[in-house]
């Protein structure tokens, strides 16, 4: 299975600065996505980040909050911008294939706290 | 839109016994795939089984095993021999034709020694 890094690991950041999340992988993989999980929460996914294309954004996140980069395909970022303590929260990225019964694989995550 | 259900935030079992986690989903699809996820407190999220819609067999790894009902839309996992490092947080996810992922809301496992 592929073999996701994820940085940074966790953050504190001031409120109204954004931060870029980085996720690795050790192989070349088609579909990425990036998810948000409250703690104690499932995962709610905010986009799909396919290479050569618009991410595709899920209902309730937009674009200029989280723009997402996915300049080939071993690398994405997400940007949270203009952070606000609600966007405190743990951030996950993870692959799959395209095709037959592919899970998904996750990143450690980065857990990040607003003040 | 799928969705999937977890009626049980949270379970608990005994050192050795078994326990069983129940999922639900709802679709119209045909061909889908299911998976149940593990992520212990260290967050990272753990692939634990996969089951085939297209599939009768019930898929097995080891100690876990699942209870495939595709008429009844649903997706329990069994642990047998629990061990306490089974201890986590338990997601059931839905894998669309669309490659779209749907988890529930997880079931928080307990192992008492």
């Known amino acids: 299975s592929a073999v996701i890094s994820q940085k940074p690991s966790r953050d504190i950041c001031q409120r109204g600065t954004s931060l870029t999340i980085q996720c690795q992988v050790d192989?070349?993989?088609?579909?990425m996505f990036w998810y948000r999980q409250q703690p104690g929460q499932s995962l709610t996914l905010i986009a799909t980040?396919?290479?050569?294309?618009?991410?595709?954004?899920e209902s309730g996140f937009v674009i200029d909050k989280f723009p997402i980069s996915r300049p080939n395909l071993t690398f994405s970022t997400l940007t949270v911008s203009n952070m606000s303590p609600e966007d405190s929260s743990i951030y996950l990225c993870?692959?799959?294939?395209?095709?037959?019964?592919?899970?998904?694989?996750f990143g450690d995550g980065t857990r990040l706290s607003i003040l | 839109a799928q969705t999937v259900t977890q009626s049980q935030p949270e379970m608990s079992v005994q050192e050795a016994e078994t326990v069983t986690l129940s999922c639900t989903y709802d679709?119209?699809?045909?061909?889908?795939?299911l998976f149940w996820y593990k992520q212990p407190p260290s967050r990272q999220m753990i692939l634990v089984i996969r089951?085939?819609?297209?599939?009768?067999q019930n898929a097995t790894e080891n100690r876990f095993s699942v209870n495939f009902q595709k008429a009844a839309k649903s997706f329990s996992l069994k642990i047998s021999d629990s061990q306490l490092g089974d201890a986590a947080m338990y997601f059931c996810?839905?894998?669309?034709?669309?490659?779209?992922?749907?988890f529930g809301t997880g079931t928080s496992l307990t192992v008492i020694p």
């Open positions: 192989s070349q993989v088609t579909m």
């Open positions: 993870s692959v799959s294939g395209a095709g037959g019964n592919q899970p998904q694989h």
């Open positions: 980040a396919n290479q050569g294309s618009e991410a595709t954004y």
């Open positions: 679709t119209s699809e045909s061909d889908y795939y």
């Open positions: 089951q085939e819609a297209y599939k009768q």
């Open positions: 996810a839905y894998r669309s034709e669309s490659y779209q992922f749907y």
